[in-house]
């Protein structure tokens, strides 16, 4: 199949053996970049830590001073490539998906990549999802540019790359595409879903390939909960409720408090914050696994458990809320790990003889992952993943709901990602009508049938007109006036003169969807967009007019 045909059928918002395949190699390229990713943070944490994460063993000094050194580099980096390029993580994955059919611009993704890997090396409390994301959607995009994909096609792709991302980050297949259609593309499309599920399929492979099939919470032990926890576990989820909301508000707090700083003096009083918290407490420190090892290791420590969940919710905030570039997924994991671990102390008493620390560990950390991000599905399934248990099914059912109703109705709590693009000032809403029309690729709909002509002389157009068919549009072209649709009366040219009118157009490569021509055409809500070829503006392909639009609009009502 040619390329020009490739692209002819990926601009039908239809499940294809095509849009499949190229959903894979978008998650091969995302899961290469992740790949990478992680192997670097490893590489160079295994010069000074004899595993990943363990800056308890490092000396006090080194715990301090090393996020600072990490926040100059990062803010260097950040300066070299322009601070205007420091727009990071998936609130703007989010945005770029939602208003630009998911491509993401190269120095972003450097800044990304780089400040992505050297905060996790340095102990700062982010999670690497957030990379992971933003450098699954770049390796899509780069791949649909490159083919000169209708950009329907693209913006599957971008939702290819964010799975694979994931799954390759936390070996979680399904979570990631129930995250991607939660949380990112915010839809459930049947020819959407397929794609992205392959992609995912792929990343989960790749990460299993390269480091192993095991998991973060694998190691936890899952013991099945009486009937009488239950009670328990509602107050435990409404609690968890309330904490999210809490966490989300304090974030926000940090992020417009500190807006009038510029990011140079910003990052540094990350690193400082971050050193200081790490000289105290370095169980604090990394993404989240240290304290999910100390809430295994002494669950029954209250005093030490306390201490590092304090330590590690205020190195999580002043991280990421003074624009450290990680991900938020990753500390929350570690913070509802030893939350549900603090709540499991008095649930003892309920069944004195069962061991089920590990149990409300992971009920603790599905609860708040649920009510922080708003993606209750999405936190349940991840738990089912990464526990590899499904005695936990239930019990993550009543806790995640109760969490995020809790969160939602009582406190009037609201995605985490939502609040930061609106802080940004970054759109992320699209019209009903908008959105169907971002899914079909221009060249689905553009009438073929059309004539050009490169002159206004009304004698040529009489002879043009009798020639064609009399439903044909008839196209004109000068080097003063551009292109423009003829419209004229039938009538009058069959008695020999020919009374012309003409309606500007503006052109749309092969790559549009019917959605930018909507943009063009609804103020008038009338006119024509021609259709040229992209690598070669003078070759006209097609012809879209309003009255199409609208008659789409009207009829497929499926994709309203």
């Known amino acids: 199949m040619s390329l020009n045909k490739l692209r002819r059928r990926l601009a039908k918002p239809k499940t294809s053996i095509q849009l499949c395949l190229l959903g894979v190699l978008a998650g091969l390229i995302a899961s290469i970049l992740i790949i990478a990713f992680r192997l670097t943070i490893e590489i160079v944490q295994g010069f000074f830590l004899s595993q990943p994460d363990t800056f308890s063993e490092l ?99 971008s939702g290819c790359g964010i799975a694979a991302g994931i799954a390759a980050s936390f070996n979680t297949p399904l979570a990631a595409v129930i995250f991607v259609m939660e949380v990112v593309l915010r839809e459930y499309k049947v020819h959407i879903f397929v794609p992205i599920m392959l992609a995912a399929v792929i990343g989960a492979i790749s990460t299993q390939y390269m480091f192993g099939s095991g998991s973060e919470l694998s190691l936890i032990n899952i013991t099945p909960l009486s009937f009488w926890h239950y009670p328990y576990l509602i107050v435990c989820g409404a609690a968890l409720g309330a904490i999210a909301y809490a966490f989300n508000q304090n974030l926000m707090l940090i992020i417009k408090t500190s807006k009038p700083l510029s990011m140079f003096p910003r990052l ?60 938020l997924i990753g500390p929350v994991i570690g913070l509802g790990v030893v939350m549900g671990t603090l709540m499991s102390f008095f649930a003892q008493y309920i069944t004195p003889e069962a061991e089920i620390v590990g149990t409300y560990g992971v009920l603790g950390m599905a609860g708040l992952l649920a009510a922080t991000l708003h993606a209750p599905l999405a936190a349940l399934t991840a738990v089912m993943e990464l526990t590899s248990n499904p005695q936990i099914i239930v019990p993550a059912m009543l806790v995640i709901s109760t969490a995020y109703i809790t969160a939602l109705q009582v406190f009037g709590n609201r995605s985490i990602f939502l609040q930061q693009l609106d802080f940004q000032g970054l759109p992320y809403h699209v019209s009903p009508a908008k959105e169907a029309l971002q899914k079909v ?120």
């Open 59 to 157: 000396p006090e000094l080194y715990r301090l001073f090393i996020p600072v050194f990490a926040a100059l580099l990062i803010a260097t980096f950040a300066a070299l490539t322009g601070f205007k390029h420091y727009r990071l993580g998936i609130p703007y994955v989010i945005n770029r998906i939602k208003h630009h059919y998911g491509k993401m611009p190269i120095w972003n993704s450097a800044n990304q990549f780089f400040g992505g890997a050297v905060a996790l090396i340095a102990g700062f409390s982010v999670g690497r999802e957030g990379p992971s994301v933003h450098m699954g959607a770049t390796g899509a995009s780069i791949l649909a540019e490159r083919l000169h994909l209708p950009l329907n096609a693209a913006r599957t792709l």
């Open 268 to 327: 540094l009083l990350a690193g400082l914050i971050a050193g200081l918290i790490g000289y105290a407490v370095p169980e604090a420190m990394g993404s989240g696994m240290s304290a999910i090892t100390q809430a295994l290791e002494s669950p029954n420590n209250m005093q030490l458990l306390t201490t590092i969940l304090i330590a590690k919710l205020l190195a999580t905030l002043f991280a990421i809320g003074l624009g450290i570039p990680g991900g």
């Open 441 to 560: 690729g221009i060249m689905e709909e553009m009438d073929e049938q059309f004539k050009l002509l490169y002159s206004d002389d009304k004698e040529q157009i009489k002879e043009s007109l009798a020639a064609v068919d009399s439903q044909t549009p008839l196209i004109v072209y000068d080097d003063e006036n551009g292109y423009r649709l003829a419209e004229y009366d039938l009538n009058l040219v069959s008695e020999g003169s020919v009374s012309v009118s003409y309606i500007p157009l503006q052109g749309l490569s092969t790559q549009a969807t019917l959605a930018d021509a909507f943009d063009i055409l609804k103020d008038k809500r009338s006119g024509a967009v021609y259709i040229y070829n992209q690598k070669d503006e003078k070759q006209i392909l097609g012809l879209l007019r309003w009255d199409q639009i609208r008659h789409i609009l009207t009829m497929r009502n499926s994709l309203l």
